[in-house]
């Protein structure tokens, strides 16, 4: 339960029944001795290459909303996430933006995985500013 | 002089309820509608939730928060829908009076159905009865999750987490993701309370330890947080004498459960149950007073949106059905391993959905429905957790022939631990 990165062990959740799938690591790649074929897919994948869709905030100018929400298209390499957060809190984009807007394609050279706004976000509109003023 | 406007459906709250129930209103020929929402966007709580994992029943894809919101405010803003937002409803009467402010002025509507989709609250410190100083630094997730995704501020660098539900272990993600520390997740139970996917893509990926029958005992710290003692807990979830430790930290989260908001339906004399906190009603999601309906976290804490949504969408359709207040025949009651049911009441047993949250982890669970003591009807359940509601048709129950009070219950193998 407390293993490292580097363990042959998966808890499942393909399911909500929580297997420990246990994989073997050798010269010809992984293979995974236990568990139902979705899970063994799964494990096949959390032992070769995990990954997770990243989503959290990047800074939006001009916009009515201080922080604009994105996601990654397309699951991203769990062991770059610190890498992509860290090159995420440098991006700013301009409002006005649409939900689904590709801001960026092929994050940090990950073929395919592309960074998407999941709001829409309005330019900030003089007038309500001056009527906070007032 | 208020504005006085008289209306077929006022939708009280613009979170995912309200906004199916006004579209499902709308949709079923219901003019005019109103949807009031006291913030500056509607979506309500969806808007922080910029993780994924919404809809997947519904759409069939894995949205975050804010696209799921946006999905349907798209689809209002296609509709007459009166979408009023800075608009705070300060008093509903039991004649359907809604009495609301915003900054056009006081609004009166005189409406023929209302339907409550005011959501929920986070339980505080003060109702855990924490004790200790009264430092800065002590936030409830929901209150954190705000602060990180909207307003772009990070609460604290050191972080301890009291409560493994859902909102705890996503905001344990997203803090270490933010460059903080979280120290650990701290349950009282022996089991986990949120999604076992959660608990391995939110501990487990960032090697966050979570200490099952452990509590917080203590806050130590004048101006800020400085640390908080941590104590094992016996069966009964007392903390054990001399198992204390001190976990030095800037920052407590609280994830410990969510409660209905239900000021607005007391005022409105609205029955309430006191299992759920929210409304009794019945398979329509009609409360049990004329021409009120109630869906969402208003009713009870559901575990998806999608669920929140689907039920929202039959009051949207049911605002125009004249039987929905008709007197229920069977009244459902929580029994042995059970939380919470919903709905309580059923008229005639043909329609709907049927709720039921277990009170612990069950393997080889068994549902059974029993009638004057005597079991009518049995359902197997291989797996069941609290953190996932058990959803059934309510047409499939071979509902008995006279009516009263049905007991429900629910019993199996625990499953202590993690999994």
Redesign the interface.
Known sequence: ??E?AESTKV?C?VC???CILEGRRDERGVTIQNGCPRGQEYAYRELQNPC??V???I?VRNAA???L?V?TSLPFP?RR??EL?DFLHTLSVEAPVR??TVLMENLLGEPGVHLVA???IERKSPSRET?RQT | MPRRVKAQVVVIGGGPAGMASALAAFENGARPVFLLERGEYLGGILNQCIHPGFGLHLFGEELTGPEYAERFKEKLSRTQVEVLLNTTVLEITPQRIVRAVNPQGVWEFETTRAVLSMGCRERTRGMLRLPGTRPAGIFTAGLAQYLVNIEGLLPGKEVLILGSGDIGLIMARRLTLEGATVKAVVEVRDSLSGLLRNYVQCLHDFNIPLWLSHTVTTIQGKERVEGVVVSRVDEGGRAIPGSERVVPCDTLLLSVGLIPENELSRQASIPLCPRTGGPVINEYFACEREGFFACGNVVGVFDLVDYVTLVSQGVGEAVNIPTAFSPAKYHLVPGDGVSLVIPQKIQEGKKGFLFLRSLQSFRQAAVSFSFQGKEFHKLRVPLCYPSEMIRLNIQDIPWPSQGGEIRIGITGERIRGIY
């Open positions: 339960m407390k490292s808890i959740i909500p029944k929580g997770r869709i989503t959290t905030t800074a909303l201080k922080r929400p996601r769990k996430i610190p957060i939900v689904g999941t709001r829409t009527e």
